[in-house]
Antibody, heavy 118, light 112 residues
Framework: EVQLVESGGGLAQPGGSLRLSCSAS????????MSWVRQTPGKGLEWVAN????????YYVDSVKGRFSTSRDNARNSLYLQMNSLRAEDTAVYYC???????????WGLGTLVTVSS | DVVMTQSPLSLPVTLGQPASISCRSS???????????LNWFQQRPGQSPRRLIC???NRDSGVPDRFGGSGSGTDFTLEISRVEAEDVGVYYC?????????FGQGTKLEIK
């Protein structure tokens, strides 16, 4: 069974940093593109970033470029999102997700809440 | 960025009746590889999103066959043949053809 478990969320001050992790199990992690998607409270979904199987390609939504960085450790079956220079508008539940059936976001984790506030 | 526009945003439906959600994109979603990366997601209250349909019309594993997707180019539709109580939630379309991936605003399905 595919499982994705996010961790690392919490309260951060504006301008601060957090590092999210996503632990994967139940599949061969190194074979899949992985993504981060966020959902602001009471609002919709926004794709944040994704990363190729070997980490050689990464894409980001404009609003996080230069502040967020995604990486992966295939030996540890883990995905990461380093978030720097956090803003209030980054407050959201962050999900990691895996591609499936040749299309994005086939499996999702439970999410981790990030709150940016002074 | 590609803008995804869903309608309606609110969808009250009687149990056992059909439901339909429209999704339009601001540009064609046909990828250079020939596929159309239009997906549909369901988010039940308090849960993570779950993908129902990928590449316009392919149901994901475990998705009931009362859910169906259709469309091409810039116009797409999610149809539920007979709504059940467990279908309550918010439905999103999403395009994965152009960077960045973008979602529709969501359609809230409720039982009348």
């Amino acid at each position: 069974e595919v499982q994705l478990v996010e961790s690392g969320g919490g309260l951060a001050q504006p301008g601060g940093s957090l590092r999210l992790s996503c632990s994967a199990s139940g599949f061969t992690f190194s074979r899949y593109w992985m993504s981060w998607v966020r959902q602001t409270p009471g609002k919709g979904l926004e794709w944040v970033a994704n990363i190729k199987q070997d980490g050689s390609q990464k894409y980001y939504v404009d609003s996080v470029k230069g502040r967020f960085s995604t990486s992966r450790d295939n030996a540890r079956n883990s995905l990461y999102l380093q978030m720097n220079s956090l803003r209030a508008e980054d407050t959201a539940v962050y999900y990691c997700a895996r591609d499936a059936n040749m299309s994005p976001l086939g499996y999702w984790g439970l999410g981790t809440l990030v709150t940016v506030s002074s | 960025d590609v803008v995804m526009t869903q309608s309606p945003l609110s969808l009250p439906v009687t149990l056992g009746q059909p439901a339909s959600i429209s999704c339009r994109s601001s540009q064609s979603l046909v990828h250079s590889d020939g596929y159309t990366y239009l997906n549909w997601f369901q988010q039940r209250p308090g849960q993570s999103p779950r993908r129902l349909i990928c590449r316009v019309s392919n149901r994901d594993s475990g998705v009931p066959d009362r859910f169906g997707g259709s469309g091409s180019g810039t116009d797409f539709t999610l149809e539920i043949s007979r709504v059940e109580a467990e279908d309550v939630g918010v439905y999103y379309c999403m395009q994965g053809t152009h960077w960045p991936y973008t979602f529709g605003q969501g359609t809230k399905l409720e039982i009348k």
